[in-house]
């Protein structure tokens, strides 16, 4: 029996670390695998650009796995462990290239002007600022893609949930409202109705719902008296929360 239940809890463990490797780290691979290409890629084009010669470009750390070398000298390289990656260029004591090893010394002259140390602070600079910039461009491309295809996220002021006994609750406001306009003001979106309450805690405010095509108004004061003192105390809060958003598709110049 005991030799069964150990069976059965190993099964269960595999069955959980599979699910982990598939749900969770394959997809962090992947993703970590491709910002280390475009990282390093940036590098690597401008380091060529600036005639320094890339002896290594690894996608990975630790024994090579695969790879091959191209026409200019470049071996490009899959590794053992997928977590980062480096460009190694011409003359670089470690994949850093923060400083030179020692060999440059007997390097000839036209090798010497291959390696990353001898060309000027600007174009170092250059070398080093491609990578976290070909990342940039990165997101942006990603993004502007996502808001061409699927759209830009924007919250309507249809309220998804009421808190209980907060003010909207007490008001009657119910999950499916439209909120409309606060004091005459119209609203576009759920961030807009926020700085519209923040502008106006401490003071008595109109709000204009739609409810199944119905308009409906409310009045609210965004504060509380208090019993002792009588003074006013500020209620920050309606109590509602937002529903789904709605994507807006953008054209990608936009």
């Given at each position: 029996?005991?030799?069964?239940?150990?069976h059965i809890l190993?099964?269960?463990?595999g069955?959980?670390?599979?699910?982990w490797?598939?749900?969770?780290f394959?997809?962090?691979?992947?993703v970590?695998?491709v910002?280390?290409?475009?990282?390093?890629l940036g590098?690597?084009?401008?380091?060529r650009?600036?005639?320094?010669?890339?002896t290594?470009?690894?996608?990975?750390?630790?024994?090579e796995?695969?790879?091959w070398?191209?026409?200019q000298?470049?071996?490009?390289r899959f590794?053992?462990?997928?977590?980062?990656?480096?460009?190694?260029?011409?003359?670089d004591?470690?994949?850093?290239?923060?400083?030179?090893?020692?060999?440059?010394q007997?390097?000839?002259?036209?090798?010497?002007q291959?390696?990353?140390?001898?060309?000027?602070?600007l174009?170092?600079?250059?070398?080093s600022v491609?990578?976290p910039?070909?990342?940039?461009l990165?997101?942006?491309?990603?993004?502007t893609?996502?808001?061409?295809?699927?759209g830009?996220?924007?919250?309507?002021?249809?309220?998804?949930?009421v808190?209980?006994?907060?003010?909207?609750h007490q008001?009657g406001?119910?999950?499916g409202d439209?909120?409309q306009?606060?004091?005459?003001?119209?609203i576009?979106?759920?961030?807009q109705?926020?700085?519209?309450?923040k502008?106006?805690?401490?003071k008595?405010?109109?709000?204009?719902?739609?409810r199944n095509?119905?308009?409906?108004?409310?009045?609210?004061?965004?504060?509380?008296?208090?019993?002792v003192?009588g003074?006013k105390?500020?209620?920050t809060?309606?109590?509602?929360?937002?529903?789904?958003?709605?994507?807006?598709k953008?054209?990608?110049?936009?």
């Amino acid at each position: 029996m005991l030799t069964f239940s150990y069976h059965i809890l190993s099964l269960k463990i595999g069955a959980w670390l599979v699910n982990w490797v598939i749900d969770y780290f394959v997809p962090f691979v992947v993703v970590l695998t491709v910002l280390v290409f475009i990282h390093e890629l940036g590098h690597f084009l401008i380091a060529r650009r600036n005639k320094v010669k890339v002896t290594t470009f690894s996608i990975g750390f630790g024994p090579e796995l695969f790879g091959w070398t191209d026409s200019q000298g470049t071996r490009w390289r899959f590794s053992l462990v997928p977590l980062g990656g480096y460009v190694k260029m011409l003359g670089d004591a470690d994949a850093s290239s923060a400083r030179a090893d020692e060999s440059i010394q007997d390097f000839s002259e036209e090798e010497k002007q291959q390696t990353l140390h001898s060309k000027t602070p600007l174009q170092r600079i250059a070398v080093s600022v491609a990578g976290p910039a070909a990342n940039y461009l990165l997101a942006i491309v990603i993004l502007t893609g996502l808001i061409a295809v699927k759209g830009m996220p924007v919250m309507p002021t249809t309220v998804g949930k009421v808190e209980p006994d907060m003010l909207a609750h007490q008001a009657g406001i119910i999950a499916g409202d439209k909120i409309q306009k606060i004091n005459e003001s119209p609203i576009a979106d759920f961030d807009q109705l926020r700085a519209m309450i923040k502008e106006n805690i401490g003071k008595d405010v109109k709000v204009e719902i739609n409810r199944n095509g119905e308009v409906l108004y409310k009045n609210f004061s965004l504060y509380k008296i208090n019993a002792v003192t009588g003074e006013k105390e500020p209620i920050t809060k309606l109590g509602i929360a937002p529903g789904e958003p709605l994507y807006i598709k953008q054209n990608p110049l936009t």
